[in-house]
């Protein structure tokens, strides 16, 4: 059994800055890769970013510059830093891994959502 926790979602105001984070637990072998992917009302979701390694991340293009993902190994946990927020930046967030577990299947995992909203 794997499970992802989202945690860190809110309200704010053009401008601010949320911080969002992804802990992954239960039956792992090893965390291909890890990511965020947003979906707004009416929209599809749309992939935000995605980190394999250091020197391998993805970028929505119009959150280039303002996001930033990193992640802990140790934990098992990834982070999407959010700043200089825009009102188009409001949906639900939503954190994907691609989970190798002890029976060497290998899959892709969903947290349950964390709603941004950024309003004044």
């Known amino acids: 059994q794997v499970q992802l926790v989202e945690s860190g979602g809110g309200l704010v105001q053009p401008g601010g800055s949320l911080r969002l984070s992804c802990a992954a637990s239960?039956?792992?072998?090893?965390?291909?890769?890890m990511g965020w992917y947003r979906q707004a009302p009416g929209k599809e979701r749309e992939l935000v970013a995605r980190?394999?390694?250091?020197?391998?991340?993805y970028y929505l293009e119009s959150v280039k510059g303002r996001f930033t993902i990193s992640r802990d190994h140790a934990k098992n946990t990834v982070y999407l830093q959010m700043n200089n927020l825009k009102p188009e930046d409001t949906a639900v967030y939503y954190c994907?891994?691609?989970?190798?577990?002890?029976?060497?299947?290998?899959?892709?995992?969903w947290g349950q959502g964390t709603q941004v909203t950024v309003s004044s």
């Open positions: 980190i394999i390694s250091s020197s391998n991340i």
């Open positions: 239960g039956t792992i072998s090893s965390i291909n890769r």
């Open positions: 994907n891994a691609d989970i190798t577990n002890f029976a060497n299947s290998r899959a892709p995992y």
